[in-house]
């Protein structure tokens, strides 16, 4: 029994995460064992606590909280990636969306009225995006949002900018 409470510590510093099941009979023992179950335990929802903040951090340092796009910071990397990758010629359109007045909105209607209709310009975004592969939409601050549109025309931008703004929704 303690050549496996051995083993326990060995692998609990390699990340490796085992209880004993078998518990020893003698009382000292056993004591010993359930301490290290439960350290062992411990251990391992703590190393899984620090893995979720770190994907959270991870998170929040490319993704736009509002909108649940790319921040400035996604879209800056994706769009230098592009402009400084493999290829030579760099095909495409770079499109980018004002909510206007979003100012007066904040003040007049408040901030929720101001984030409803950034978070509808994203949600059309999205929504005429969705057959775009490539495309990499970002929310640059404020009420600008832009999408990166790899290999496509003028035409076919236009009509993904008319797309975009038909579909978001009229206010009064």
Known sequence: PLQRVEEQAVALCDRRFHLQEQLPRTRELRRVVLAMNRMTERIREMFE????????LRQRAY???????GNRRYLETHVLAKLHG??????GVFL???AQSLYSINQQHGYTA????IGDLAACMQRAAAEQTEAIL???GGGDLAVLL???DKTAAHRFAATVLEHLP???
């Open 49 to 56: 606590e620090q893995a979720t903040i770190a994907d959270t």
């Open 63 to 69: 993704q736009d909280a509002l909108t649940g796009l």
């Open 86 to 91: 493999k290829e030579t010629v760099v095909n």
């Open 96 to 98: 980018m969306f004002q």
């Open 114 to 117: 101001g984030d409803q209709l």
């Open 138 to 140: 970002g929310r640059l």
């Open 150 to 152: 790899p290999n496509m």
């Open 170 to 172: 009229r206010r009064a």
